[in-house]
C-alpha cells in the first residue's frame, strides 16, 4: 500500500490575490499529490473553516507541528487518514487545524 513518506507545505496566493495554504503529500518516496485549501467568499453553517481564525499563516504552523502524525499512513485508505486528522482535530468544522 502507498505510505505517506513525506508532506511539504507552503504559503500561496490564490486567484483573488488572498494568502493560501498549499500542501504536497509525497508517497512510496515517488508519488506526489498537490493540493490547496479553498477558501471561497462564502462560507456555509456546514462547510469546513478554510484557516484557524481566518489566518492561513496560523494554520500552516499549526499544521507543522502536527504533519508528522500523519508519515507512515496508507495513503489510499481514505478512513484511516480522516481517522488521523481527527485525532489531530476533533472539532466539527476542523477548527484547530
Not at 504533519?67 to 485525532?87: C, E, P, Q, R, V
Request: include cysteine.
Amino acid at each position: 500500500m502507498p505510505e505517506i513518506t513525506s508532506i511539504e507545505e507552503r504559503l500561496v496566493f490564490n486567484s483573488r490575490g488572498d494568502k493560501s495554504i498549499e500542501i504536497d503529500v509525497q508517497s512510496d518516496k515517488k508519488y506526489r499529490g498537490r493540493a490547496c485549501a479553498p477558501s471561497g467568499a462564502s462560507v456555509g453553517m456546514y462547510e469546513a473553516q478554510s484557516f484557524v481564525q481566518n489566518d492561513p499563516e496560523l494554520t500552516l504552523n499549526n499544521f507543522k507541528s502536527r504533519k508528522n502524525k500523519f508519515i507512515g499512513i496508507d495513503s489510499a485508505d481514505l478512513k484511516n487518514l480522516h481517522d488521523a486528522i481527527k485525532t489531530v482535530d476533533p472539532s466539527d468544522n476542523y477548527s484547530i487545524i
